[in-house]
């Protein structure tokens, strides 16, 4: 087992083709994006803009066809989801329990956390947080969210809080976009494999495509990478989608890419807005909105939307909060009309607040203990991958490595890989399978890194144990198996 660095804190210091919305691996929410199962031998209920109703199950009349398509997500996507929280490991009342290494979430500053929100300038109650408020926010929680943005993403001018409106969670916003700015049964552009839970964001609500830019792991020269976006992909794709009379009405971009870690160059996103221009010029839309949605990328121009998960980044992702930046009043007026459904409690608005505004907790002690942390877990990760003589991915961001599984695979095929992520799962360790992301390669899978590190010593154990052929499920293993990590970069 590795130890994590620790220090005393008590006190500061569309897819359009056949299977992505057929086949699709779904996810829970804004965190869970293949970490369910998806029952092979069912296809997703083609409802208008999506299929054929008739697919749906007969025994659900009291809904609605919305209905029935919300709840086919839930039966037929969520299997391990919902496997996971009926057998949750814990190491003294369940230590047979599932370890969780596919949820996309940092878990290890909880102790930094619980620190800074349980002081007292974060409690707070006035007659103005107990009532409703602007839909966009309150305007000093906005206000600091400007300000946090226009400081970490090296805003050459200040960004304006009358352009910020925030949400409870991607999710919604996400939803929220989708619904606003397409008519159902349009479409984005988007690179693949990408954070599958987006099919439900913007399908359920909105009932819009995703049109899919399917990259693949071949490197054809010294200047490319696997699974890179070029412009030609995208005008490929773009191609395809108009060929079968969709109409695509935007591109979205996940920066740092998800489940990739990629980190898109201020270069590569200048090639992509040029793209974005240029095609939605020609198509007579709205040259104004450019309509490319970047999430926390600190490179992206006054026309693009920057959509940002601050809770996630703080690992907070249970307290709910995403935010929007545009400087399109239409677009941030309609998406802050539908934050009477989605908006956030003003007692965690000034949570949120205050802490955005604490920039010596953020600089001096969050950062740089969160960066120690994560770096550790990566390196004991990477380290167990490269001791089994497994190929992985892993560009230096996010809370995951891309791993290439596919030697496990005899015949190479996605049913092999369904299989082999639900004997992880019968061997109580949850990933997420390359499907779930639109993958086009059969094999891959995303491990979690951002964990605590009995949790994440005892998961990498289980996936061992299955990788050799052995189903025992491994309990917590002695405190003599320690040992520390080496000083590798991420």
Not at 415 to 420: A, H, N, Y
Not at 439 to 447: A, M, T
Request: include cysteine.
């Amino acid at each position: 087992m590795f130890t994590l660095p620790q220090k005393d804190f008590s006190a500061p210091t569309t897819c359009l083709g056949p299977t992505c919305l057929q086949d699709l691996g779904s996810s829970h929410g804004d965190d869970l994006e293949g970490e369910c199962s998806r029952k092979l031998d069912q296809k997703l209920p083609e409802l208008p803009g999506v299929g054929d109703s008739a697919m749906l199950s007969p025994n659900t009349s009291y809904l609605s066809s919305r209905g029935r398509m919300i709840k086919w997500f839930w039966d037929s996507a969520e299997e391990g989801y919902r496997t996971y929280h009926m057998d949750e490991y814990d190491e003294n009342k369940n230590p047979s329990g599932i370890i969780n290494l596919g949820v996309s979430e940092n878990k290890l500053c909880f102790d930094l956390l619980s620190w800074r929100l349980s002081q007292s300038d974060m409690q707070r109650v006035e007659p103005s947080l107990l009532q409703y408020a602007d839909w966009r926010g309150h305007l000093f929680l906005r206000e600091e969210v400007a300000k946090f943005l226009s400081f970490y993403c090296k805003s050459p001018a200040p960004l304006r809080p009358e352009n910020v409106v925030v949400l409870n969670g991607g999710a919604s916003l996400f939803s929220a976009l989708a619904t606003v700015l397409c008519e159902a049964g349009e479409a984005f552009l988007i690179p693949t494999p990408y954070y599958g839970a987006i099919t439900q964001h913007v399908c359920l609500y909105g009932n819009v495509r995703l049109a899919c830019v399917y990259l693949d792991s071949e490197v054809t020269g010294l200047d490319t990478r696997p699974f890179q976006l070029t412009v030609e992909k995208l005008e490929m794709a773009l191609r395809e989608a108009h060929s079968e009379g969709v109409k695509v009405k935007g591109l979205i971009l996940i920066n740092p890419q998800n489940p990739l870690g990629d980190i898109y160059s201020p270069e590569e996103l200048q090639e992509y807005l040029v793209f974005a221009k240029r095609v939605w010029a020609a198509w007579g839309s709205n040259v104004g909105l450019v309509q490319v949605f970047l999430l926390s990328s600190p490179h992206c121009g006054g026309e693009a939307g920057i959509w940002c998960f601050f809770l996630q980044d703080f690992g907070m992702s249970g307290l709910r909060f995403g935010t929007l930046y545009t400087e399109n009043q239409d677009v941030a007026t309609a998406v802050a009309s539908l934050c009477r459904y989605h908006g956030l409690s003003g007692l965690v608005q000034y949570q949120m607040a205050q802490l955005l505004r604490d920039r010596d907790w953020i600089n001096q002690v969050y950062l740089p203990e969160n960066h120690a942390r994560l770096k550790a877990a990566h390196t004991y990760v990477s380290e167990e991958l490269r001791a089994l003589g497994i190929p992985f991915l892993s560009r230096g961001a996010g809370f995951f490595i891309w791993v290439d599984l596919r030697k496990y695979l005899p015949k190479g095929t996605f049913e092999e890989e369904m299989l082999l992520w639900r004997r992880f799962l019968d061997n109580k360790v949850l990933l997420s399978f390359g499907k779930a992301f639109e993958c086009k390669e059969p094999g891959w899978f995303r491990f979690v890194f951002s964990d605590q590190a009995h949790r994440l010593c005892l998961g990498m154990q289980r996936v061992r144990q299955v990788l050799a052929g052995k189903s025992q499920v491994a309990e917590d293993p002695p405190s003599s198996q320690s040992q520390e990590p080496s000083d590798q970069r991420r």
